[in-house]
T-cell receptor
């Protein structure tokens, strides 16, 4: 149980275009999902907390107008990178909490999406 | 907010030796401390975790200790094997989760 999927796994786009990444909880309902960004040889940095039915909470320094998050259902959160630029190229990972499968804080991670902006 | 520091950044050991990775955290309200193993291009894989009401936890060759007073926790891997080579991250969580910078562990055969 507690499986999280992401789509796509890999995307290459041109500078200036927008890219949508989906994060789904496959076998549980997730009221809260998290979005992380990981640059090469660096750690996972929390970008935002996605709450079902309400606005996302963004970390300091993360532009909410550039990284649009929508959590419209209990099993789906989406991250849209708007007007992507080469510096947005990164590994984007989502996670979700399932208090029934793990403890109250345990997070289950998606497989990640490798974004390359040309 | 929470700040997690992790040391060392790289660690090289001989197969069969032990490896220790240490982390400190800043927010005394954090109550969940997981350790993850991440291979290149893959998602973090939970290998062990500990909650703030426990001082030590062991799972076969892996153990974690937590000192709440000093706000530090450590990962211990005994009898290391080449397949233990990976990047390891500690994290601290109350509501959201903050990660340490990572340790690249290399186990030499």
């Amino acid at each position: 149980g507690a499986v999280v999927s992401q789509h796509p796994s890999r995307v290459i786009c041109k500078s200036g275009t927008s890219v949508k990444i989906e994060c789904r909880s496959l076998d549980f309902q997730a009221t809260t999902m998290f979005w992380y960004r990981q640059f090469p040889k660096q750690s996972l940095m929390l970008m935002a907390t996605s709450n079902e039915g309400s606005k996302a909470t963004y970390e300091q320094g993360v532009e909410k107008d550039k990284f649009l998050i929508n959590h419209a259902s209990l099993t789906l959160s989406t991250l849209t990178v708007t007007s992507a630029h080469p510096e947005d190229s990164s590994f984007y990972i989502c996670s979700a909490r399932d208090p029934l499968a793990g403890g109250p804080n345990e997070q289950f991670f998606g497989p990640g999406t490798r974004l390359t902006v040309l | 907010g929470e700040n997690v520091e992790q040391h060392p950044s790289t660690l090289s050991v001989q197969e069969g030796d032990s490896a220790v990775i240490k982390c400190t955290y800043s927010d005394s309200a954090s109550n969940y401390f997981p350790w993850y193993k991440q291979e290149l291009g893959k998602r973090p894989q939970l290998i062990i975790d500990i909650r703030s009401n426990v001082g030590e936890k062991k799972d076969q060759r892996i153990a974690v200790t937590l000192n709440k007073t000093a706000k530090h926790f450590s990962l211990h891997i005994t009898e290391t094997q080449p397949e233990d080579s990976a990047v390891y991250f500690c994290a601290a969580s109350k509501n959201d989760m903050r990660f340490g910078a990572g340790t690249r562990l290399t186990v030499k055969p």
